[in-house]
């Protein structure tokens, strides 16, 4: 039975602002106790209130306790964190800008910022830190506090090490690093001149290799492959193109028609997954509260180039806000003074490992102090945002919605569907090394709270793809190689189709491809209902050791009837299979190989089917009901 405390309790956290929430939630927030705000205060409010905050805490921690800094058993400055001094300037640097220059507390902090700045100039930086840092010294300079702020000494070794030619070619080549990392040297390369440390030639000429990359490597449809050209896609191929845009903004240039283009099909992308919880993308690595900040960085630039439409600009920023508010309500954990990524059940990928805790502080507070900025001069500081946010996005956003990212020897496409509350995302982008055997690339229909992948899970545990066992040992399962995508409307009801004509063979980096089974996969998509059927078709007889299917549900209390299990609590509450001879299911008991990046799955339910010689079609369909 609920306990009237919790019923209280959740009234409080429907209505309360970001800034007394904090306050109020209970250390231990989870997705089945976290109660998403029905409204939330200005998203500048939310900021002022709660992020600087946060950075004042850390600021007198990094003063008393320097390189021995320690976080929740964490020692930073111990992690090999290459980014964290680039970090530590931008996040230190907020408290600066933002203490008026009449504040007796401001020759303190700027003592303090020098001494930290002294003490981490030897530390590695790289890339994306010194993109931080730098960035943050021109706002220094322009605010008139460098001098200030930064020793003579510290601030000429500055100039030597924040330089994009530590990781670019005197041939313009990036050294082992992704395209996307043109951005990066550009950018750095302009604040470069805007220091005095250099003119605009080099700027120019990462301009164009940035442009030109991102042309390549993004194709016809405009969202960046992250492979060269090897097919896989996540949220930073649609966030790219509004990065680009804030760095030509950041350094004095003005994104041109054809960038603001290609943002206003990024900015779709985001509209369409908007949603009133403030959850952010399901699918891909790197997600968390990084899968929120996207989506908010991806609207505020296209609010402030007027790619979106006034009425769009209302609920892009409704959206926004409540992406702040559950920042501060659910990632921030004030008995750790840190957002948490790592406990309570949730997960992140090896490279945001809780190693990197402050890095990751700093970054995710930069970017919405960023964001927010950029929101206050699209003119909303303080705009009460739009209470009826899910019913605009009923009315205005299509219920389902195709992108093509790929088209070719394989397709790769992201559908949206819209049910309610829920926003289900079917991508279809799995390929290339590293990322093809975990499950958030998988081509699945990701929705919060019903179906998610695992941070770096590899293929141990396939999230809702048959997995063959062959009789040679290997193991196959429908991941990467994808054609011809189709989709078709029947009333309410949507249908995609694509078919694989190899499977992927597992133990490898990169897919390799296993001819020996072909996969023709439908799936539909109604109101309260999902299914997937896949018919696997033999090419000659196969000798099949096993067939293994399992799903990982965020819903528990589960009773078994046949290859059908019923939940009592959580948004699944039903889960069939059929094709597959028995099914079990059992809790997962805080595993780590099934927790989500925002919370642990409840219940394994496991089915399969033992040895067989596959000489004619074999049908395996599951179906998802959920509320």
């Known amino acids: 039975m609920t306990s009237l405390n919790s019923i209280a309790l959740a009234v409080l956290l429907a209505f309360a602002p970001a800034s007394a929430v904090v306050a109020q939630i209970p250390a231990q927030v989870t997705p089945a106790n976290y109660v998403p705000p029905l409204a939330t205060t200005p998203m500048n409010r939310i900021v002022q209130d709660n992020a600087y905050t946060q950075l004042d805490y850390f600021f007198k921690k990094l003063a008393t306790e320097k390189e021995g800094i320690v976080m929740d058993g964490t020692s930073p400055f111990k992690s090999g964190d290459k980014f964290l001094p680039g970090k530590v300037a931008a996040g230190l640097g907020h408290v600066l800008l933002n203490t008026a220059k009449d504040d007796p507390s401001l020759d303190q902090k700027l003592k303090d910022y020098r001494a930290i700045a002294d003490m981490t100039v030897g530390m590695d930086n790289h890339t994306w830190g010194i993109y931080y840092y730098i960035g943050t010294l021109v706002k220094l300079k322009q605010a008139g506090l460098l001098e200030r702020a930064v020793s003579p000494a510290t601030l000429e070794k500055l100039r030597k090490q924040l330089d994009w030619r530590t990781f670019v070619t005197p041939q313009w080549d990036l050294i082992s690093l992704p395209t996307n990392y043109y951005g990066v040297a550009f950018s750095i390369a302009r604040l470069r001149m805007l220091m005095g440390w250099e003119d605009d030639s080099a700027g120019k000429v990462l301009l164009e290799k940035m442009l030109t990359h991102y042309k390549k490597y993004s194709g016809q449809y405009g969202f960046s492959d992250e492979t060269d050209g090897e097919g896989r896609f996540d949220r930073y191929s649609i966030l790219l193109i509004a990065e680009i845009c804030e760095r030509f903004l950041e350094t004095g240039l003005q994104p041109t028609d054809e960038l603001k283009g290609l943002l206003r099909k990024a900015a779709d992308i985001a509209l369409n997954v908007s949603n009133t919880a403030g959850d952010g993308f399901s699918f891909g690595r790197s997600l968390g509260p990084y899968g929120e900040?996207?989506?908010?960085?991806?609207?505020?630039?296209?609010?402030?180039?007027?790619?979106?439409?006034?009425?769009?600009?209302?609920?892009?920023?409704?959206?926004?806000?409540?992406?702040?508010?559950?920042?501060?309500?659910?990632?921030?954990?004030?008995?750790?003074?840190?957002?948490?990524?790592?406990?309570?059940?949730?997960?992140?990928?090896?490279?945001?490992?809780?190693?990197?805790?402050?890095?990751?502080?700093?970054?995710?507070?930069?970017?919405?102090?960023?964001?927010?900025?950029?929101?206050?001069?699209?003119?909303?500081?303080?705009?009460?945002?739009?209470?009826?946010?899910?019913?605009?996005?009923?009315?205005?956003?299509?219920?389902?919605?195709?992108?093509?990212?790929?088209?070719?020897?394989?397709d790769r496409a992201l559908a949206i569907f819209r049910d309610g509350k829920h926003v289900v995302s079917l991508n279809m982008i799995n390929g290339g090394i590293s990322q093809h055997d975990n499950s958030p690339y998988y081509p699945l229909p990701f929705a919060q709270g019903i179906v998610s992948g695992v941070a770096d899970s590899g293929a141990a545990h396939p999230q809702l793809l048959p997995k063959f066992t062959m009789a040679d040992g290997s193991q196959l399962i429908g991941a990467v190689w994808i054609k011809d995508i189709k989709t078709v409307k029947d009333g309410q009801r949507y249908t995609v189709t694509y078919r694989q004509d190899e499977l992927d063979k597992l133990g490898k980096r990169s897919p390799v491809k296993d001819g020996r089974i072909k996969l023709q996969t439908t799936y539909q998509l109604e109101h309260g209902l999902m299914t997937r059927t896949d018919v696997y078709t033999p090419v000659g007889a196969q000798e099949v050791e096993k067939v293994s299917l399992e799903f990982a549900s965020f819903s528990d209390q589960a009773t078994m009837k046949g290859n059908t299990v019923t939940f009592a609590q959580g948004d699944v509450t039903e889960y069939s299979v059929s094709g597959l001879q028995q099914c079990q299911s059992a809790p997962t008991n805080g595993s780590k190989d099934f927790m989500a990046p925002y919370g642990a799955m409840k219940t394994l339910v496991t089915c399969s089917t033992g040895k067989l010689t596959l000489k004619e079609p074999l049908t395996i369909k599951w179906s998802i009901k959920y509320q």
Request: aromatic content about 14%; hydrophobic content about 40%; cysteine-free.
């Open 293 to 410: 900040t996207a989506l908010v960085e991806i609207l505020s630039v296209s609010a402030f180039l007027n790619v979106l439409t006034p009425e769009e600009k209302q609920y892009a920023y409704a959206f926004s806000s409540r992406v702040a508010a559950r920042y501060m309500d659910f990632w921030y954990d004030p008995s750790m003074h840190s957002l948490d990524m790592w406990g309570k059940g949730r997960r992140t990928d090896t490279y945001r490992g809780k190693h990197r805790i402050l890095g990751e502080n700093f970054s995710l507070l930069h970017q919405l102090l960023s964001t927010n900025e950029m929101w206050n001069e699209a003119g909303f500081k303080d705009v009460q945002p739009k209470a009826d946010l899910q019913a605009w996005l009923d009315r205005n956003r299509p219920q389902f919605s195709v992108t093509t990212f790929a088209h070719g020897d394989y």
